[in-house]
């Protein structure tokens, strides 16, 4: 499961925090280009721990194939995300302490063993309750894609990071952000930086793999990935949110062997 949240975290990290420069400034305004990338990383920082809401659209290709992403999180913890990988269709909605899934009949097939077509049989396209250990490490993850802890992410090491210059993204004025991926445990990539307004990301692109080596902060991705490339993109920052729980969920528990068998 893992896996299936590595996206964000990892992405948004592969182009952060870098080489020294002025000081952090106010985080908006058209100044922001003319700022050395370590104040540029400084005022994406702050401006990120300060959103409430915001929407995720991207794709990543890894050992498992290709994945894309779509979904919403806001600040309170609360979020849904639509995910494919290779053929497989997943649903994710947290809300409060409890997760949910809806997953299609490639998904349980390919990971129940040899229960799983009679698993796909009873769980493919129904909501079901994630099963406390199984939901407690996917809370652990969605946690990663919460404002603050991508605002924490952000000015972690990374690789050595210089600027491009400025260009247009989808009619927004941004200036970009490179990183090289030298380091063990960083990946080479780019970010797009809003220069009008909050100094908000609006895309971010990994364009090679992680280097190996490097110490890991649980706080910011796992420590295995295996991506090569990805493109994420965030937008309609601060836009409200409203995430419910969906109606009638299956509670797995109440199914003798199905519990275990079906997340893992």
Known sequence: ?????????????????????????????????????????????????????????????????????????????????????????????????????????????????????????????????????????????????????LAYCVTRTSGTVSKRGTEKLDGHDVVVLTDKGDKPGTSPGEMYVSTTGPALPLRVVQTGPEKPGGTNDPRCGDDDSSTTASDVRLSDFDEPVDVKAPPNPLDLTTLSGAGSSSVS
């Open 1 to 149: 499961m893992r896996l299936l949240l590595r996206v964000l975290p990892t992405v948004l990290v592969l182009a952060l925090a870098g080489c020294g420069g002025d000081d952090g400034g106010s985080g908006s305004g058209g100044d922001l280009a003319s700022k050395e990338p370590k104040a540029i990383l400084d005022d994406v920082s702050a401006a990120l721990g300060k959103v409430r809401s915001y929407h995720v659209e991207g794709t990543q290709s890894d050992k498992d194939g290709r994945s894309t992403l779509t979904g919403d999180v806001s600040a309170g913890g609360d979020v849904r995300f639509r995910m494919t990988v290779a053929e497989s269709k997943l649903e994710l909605i947290a809300v409060g302490d409890r997760t949910y899934m809806k997953a299609d009949r490639a998904f349980w097939s390919s990971r129940g063993g040899a229960a799983g077509p009679r698993i796909a049989n009873l769980l493919a396209d129904r909501w079901v309750i994630a099963p406390d250990e199984a939901g407690g490490e996917l809370r652990g993850s969605l946690d990663q894609l919460l404002p603050r802890n």
